[in-house]
């Protein structure tokens, strides 16, 4: 079946280190997403990729990185500069970077910093 | 700059009953979607349905229908003998196209709970 697969569900991190979420689709789409979702805010964008080896800030990039190296795949580094990591990150897919398209949504990954 | 507004934060309702969410949006574009997504429990957002700006012919899914007012900037979902599978988030949102990529703006979501 195609769709978005993003790894880990749950992550724990300590103050100061750098993390690296996953995020793999299997759908061909050449655009892809990365979203923060905290409590009562929706969701706000974080990078946003068009096409391999090229992508963007998005709303809230500040202390986040990403690498467009494969189609498939979008991972996001949460770095120590990222003041308040806490949050549901979710990764989502659209055919295009046209308007009208859907996203595709992976499942989430919970990251909380101890 | 482009705003989704969901007022309602949650409700309940008990099975069967009715229920409407409402979402109005701001954008100075005339070219623009609107989206409806439900997030159950399980974290991923599921696509409902697309809505192109010029398009306010009304829309019927089974229990789900869609009212598209231009004239108020709305875009309200309607679940019909709602059921507990319903219980959900549901966000709506605003897509443009911005310098070449697709701006999506999202409301804050309504959760939505139906009680048995």
């Known amino acids: 079946d195609g769709g978005i697969t993003q790894s880990p569900k749950y992550l724990f991190r300590k103050e100061g280190q750098n993390v690296t979420l996953s995020c793999e689709q299997n759908?061909?789409?050449?655009?892809m997403y990365w979203y923060r979702q905290d409590p009562g805010q929706g969701l706000r964008l974080i990078y946003y990729?068009?096409?391999?080896?090229?992508?963007q800030k998005g709303d809230i990039a500040e202390g986040y990185s990403v690498s467009r190296e494969k189609k498939e795949s979008f991972p996001l580094t949460v770095t120590s500069a990222q003041k308040n990591p806490t949050a549901f990150y979710l990764c989502?897919?659209?055919?295009?970077?046209?308007?009208?398209?859907?996203?595709?949504f992976g499942p989430g990954t919970r990251l909380t910093v101890l | 700059a482009q705003k989704v507004t969901q007022a309602q934060t949650e409700i309940s309702v008990v099975e069967k009953e009715d229920v409407t969410l409402d979402c109005v949006y701001e954008?100075?574009?005339?070219?623009?979607?609107l989206f409806w997504y439900k997030q159950p429990p399980s974290g991923e957002l599921v696509f409902l349905i697309r809505r192109n700006s010029f398009d306010e012919q009304n829309e019927i899914s089974g229990r789900y229908s869609w009212n598209f007012q231009k004239s108020t900037s709305s875009f309200n979902f309607t679940i019909t003998a709602s059921q507990v599978v319903d219980s959900a988030v549901y966000f709506c949102a605003l897509s443009e196209a911005l310098g070449g990529y697709q701006k999506v703006t999202f409301g804050t979501g309504t959760k939505l709970q139906v009680i048995p």
């Open positions: 989502a897919s659209s055919q295009t970077g046209e308007s009208y398209n859907e996203q595709f």
């Open positions: 759908l061909n789409h050449d655009a």
């Open positions: 990729s068009q096409i391999v080896n090229d992508f």
């Open positions: 954008t100075r574009d005339t070219t623009y979607y």
